[in-house]
């Protein structure tokens, strides 16, 4: 059974940096396409940062967030730098193959 669990979500202050983990559970790790993706309050879902063969990136994170993983704990992260309160959502890890979302972490951005 496939199981996404992010953790290390919570509040910064403008200008700091957080990183985000996403434990997987019944996945094929080193063959599947990972994501993170988030949702601000009142907005829709967006795609923040993929990990494939390569790395792909949304613009408005280009250049403060990082995304990796480490395929000796089945695990993808988010490094999140220079955070700005327009960062401020929920952070979810997705598995495109079968569309596998986990529950989420809140990150919120303020002073």
């Known amino acids: 059974q496939v199981r996404l669990v992010e953790s290390g979500g919570g509040l910064v202050q403008p200008g700091g940096s957080l990183t985000l983990s996403c434990a997987t559970f019944g996945t094929v790790f080193a063959a599947d396409l990972f994501a993170w993706y988030r949702q601000a309050p009142g907005q829709q879902r967006e795609l923040v940062a993929i990990?494939?063969?390569?790395?792909v990136y949304s613009d408005p994170v280009a250049n403060r967030f990082t995304i990796s993983r480490d395929y000796t704990k089945n695990t993808v992260y988010l490094q999140m730098t220079n955070l700005k309160p327009e960062d401020t959502a929920v952070y979810y890890c997705v598995k495109f193959l079968g569309n596998y979302w986990g529950k989420g972490t809140l990150v919120t951005v303020s002073s």
């Open positions: 990990h494939g063969g390569g790395t």
